[in-house]
């Protein structure tokens, strides 16, 4: 069974990322100023790796398939309708960007994290949204 407290907790610190994101962040200055940039992305890493461990959580819990990569925990997850076929390609998403973040794949190109920082971050609302509807 899924405990509903623990996801409750993550849930709550995605939103609390994004608030933090749109009162204190300055998209416009992420280029050019280094401290901005990182709390930028390491906040949206924050939220995108609690993101993560409520779809491990519930796809454990539910038993719901043994996902390969972080990124199939979200097809489980749309597969049993936990969220929609856009939420989950959404999501997808923003794996792969935590991914660029987490273990320096390649230089994050700041237009992305200005993309998502003004026009993304209801993706993330909207996951848990998704699961707060399908939890009851």
């Known amino acids: ?3 509903r407290e623990l996801i409750a907790k993550k849930l709550a610190l995605i939103e609390t990322c994004i608030q933090q994101l749109r009162q204190l962040a300055r ?7 280094i ?7 390491h906040t949206l ?3 995108i790796q609690a993101a993560l461990d409520v779809a491990s959580h519930i796809v454990s819990d539910e038993r719901l398939g043994e996902p390969r990569t972080n ?8 597969r049993q309708a936990w969220v929609g076929p856009e939420q989950a390609a959404a999501m997808r998403r923003m794996v792969g960007f935590r ?9 994050v190109d ?8 003004e026009h993304r971050l209801d993706d993330l609302l909207g996951f848990v949204a998704a699961i707060r509807t399908r939890l009851g």
């Open 99 to 107: 991914n660029l973040l987490v273990h320096g794949y390649e230089i």
């Open 27 to 33: 998209p416009a200055a992420i280029a050019t100023d």
């Open 35 to 41: 401290r901005e940039e990182r709390f930028v992305e």
């Open 1 to 3: 069974m899924t405990d």
């Open 71 to 78: 990124r199939e925990l979200f097809d489980l997850l749309e």
């Open 110 to 117: 700041v237009r992305i994290v200005v993309e998502i920082v």
């Open 45 to 47: 890493q924050i939220a």
